[in-house]
């Protein structure tokens, strides 16, 4: 073929007609889109939170971190159902407590979480407030320490605990009595004056 003569036998390049098929793809690509960077946002906003959160109950950052993971995770399958929820940090919360509660029921009774390894001596425990309300926490039934925490650091209401962990609200107002009261039989009236 010379130049400035056509090719006959050329097809000519057309787009091929959009046909519902493909319009139904381009639509649920765009949908699937929106959706992440709708999650995407409602991760970035609610991680610091939810880790927080999770820290108080495992006293682990690591152990929180991934917590906040499976939590995440297990909301993502369902996200375009839950995402027009009316609460979406009480569900969060929700699914973070059974989490923990899930964890926790898989780990041994006899498997002890360290930052550091037993055999090596560590620095004499300091009676820092943040370390003695830590340990008062920790010796707390884990439902108890979701009460506390939810109640006292979150500073959510009662209802709003009762609906996050299944349960009345009598029995929100009931455990965390005796939590608190359990708390400062373990501080001792020494920290209590303080």
Known sequence: MTSGQADLYAVPAVDPPAGPLSR????????????????SAF???SAPRLRRTAYLMCRDWHLA??????????MYPSWGRIRQSANLDAYS???LM??????????????VVCARLPEQPGPEPT????????????ALPLRDQAIV???????????????ILGISASAVKMRDARALSR??????????AT
Not at 149 to 163: C, I, K, M, N, P
Not at 183 to 192: N, P
């Open 24 to 39: 139904w793809g381009i639509a649920r690509r765009r949908e699937r889109s929106a959706r992440d960077e709708d999650f």
């Open 43 to 45: 991760v970035a906003a």
């Open 65 to 74: 971190q991934d917590l906040t993971q499976i939590t995440f995770a297990k």
């Open 93 to 95: 919360r929700r699914v």
């Open 98 to 111: 059974n989490t923990v509660f899930d964890q926790r029921k898989r780990r041994s009774d006899t498997e």
């Open 127 to 138: 009676s820092d407030l943040h370390v003695a309300l830590m340990t008062a926490l920790a």
């Open 149 to 163: 925490v939810l109640r006292h650091w979150e500073d959510q209401s009662v209802a709003t605990v009762a609906g």
């Open 183 to 192: 708390i400062r039989a373990l501080l001792g009236e020494d920290f209590a």
